[in-house]
């Protein structure tokens, strides 16, 4: 495919320059549950610092290409859109009600491919609490496509003197979330609020592992 020939020319050009850039460490929930590499298909959320997150991301997960959800202003700017078209980026307009981002969302997962989404949403602003209130959309997903959830949490220092540090959690099973006594809007707003949780939860952990260093 030619997304996935793009993504290999992409990460295998650019790895000197992102080792420079981002020096990223790559952190551990629990290593024998989840590393780097992604077997299967599998939805990778993550809260959302900067534009530069996905760029990260692209790398920190090698083996698999990454089929990132990405916001409509992103692809309106020239030529930086047909880019992130080219590696397979997802369309998500948030100005209108337009789901097609689920739809193929859910077929890529359904192919055994990966996608990864930011729940919050948007990057957050100066002063708000953080992670920020997760939409629905992906704990929708996961259920919809029973998929196991990635949870990745980055704490965003780019192009800095302090590393760039993202700690992998444990999947989350859709289907450990999921009564069947509760409405569908229920069970998604029940493992909505697990993906957010388990995400401030990473955020606790990558500090207390970079305190132990």
């Given at each position: 495919m030619l997304i996935d020939f793009f993504n290999w020319f992409v990460k295998i050009t650019?790895?000197?320059?992102?080792?420079?850039?981002?020096?990223?460490?790559?952190?551990?929930?629990?290593?024998?549950?989840?590393?780097?590499?992604?077997k299967g298909a599998a939805l990778v959320i993550s809260n959302h610092t900067s534009v530069f997150d996905y760029a990260v991301y692209l790398f920190v997960f090698f083996t698999r290409t990454l089929r990132v959800q990405m916001a409509e202003v992103l692809f309106d700017k020239k030529?930086?859109?047909?880019?992130?078209?080219?590696l397979g980026g997802i369309y998500v307009n948030r100005d209108a009600r337009n789901f097609d981002f689920i739809n193929k969302s859910?077929?890529?997962?359904?192919?055994?491919?990966?996608?990864?989404?930011?729940?919050?949403?948007?990057?957050?602003?100066?002063?708000?609490?953080?992670?920020?209130?997760?939409?629905p959309s992906a704990a929708y997903l996961a259920l919809s496509a029973g998929v196991p959830?990635?949870?990745?949490?980055?704490?965003?220092?780019?192009f800095c003197k302090e590393r760039a540090r993202v700690i992998?959690?444990?999947p989350l099973n859709p289907s450990d979330y999921a009564d069947d006594k509760l409405s569908d809007k229920e069970n998604i707003?029940?493992?909505?609020?697990?993906?957010?949780?388990?995400i401030t939860e990473l955020g606790n952990e990558l500090d207390e592992q970079t305190k132990k260093e």
């Open positions: 650019a790895y000197p320059v992102q080792k420079l850039i981002f020096r990223t460490k790559v952190c551990y929930q629990d290593k024998a549950r989840q590393g780097r590499h992604i030529p930086l859109g047909l880019f992130l078209k080219m859910e077929l890529i997962l359904k192919k055994g491919g990966v996608v990864g989404a930011f729940p919050e949403g948007r990057i957050p602003r100066g002063g708000e609490q953080t992670p920020l209130e997760f939409k959830v990635i949870p990745v949490f980055t704490n965003g220092k780019y992998i959690g444990t707003d029940r493992f909505n609020n697990a993906l957010r949780q388990k």
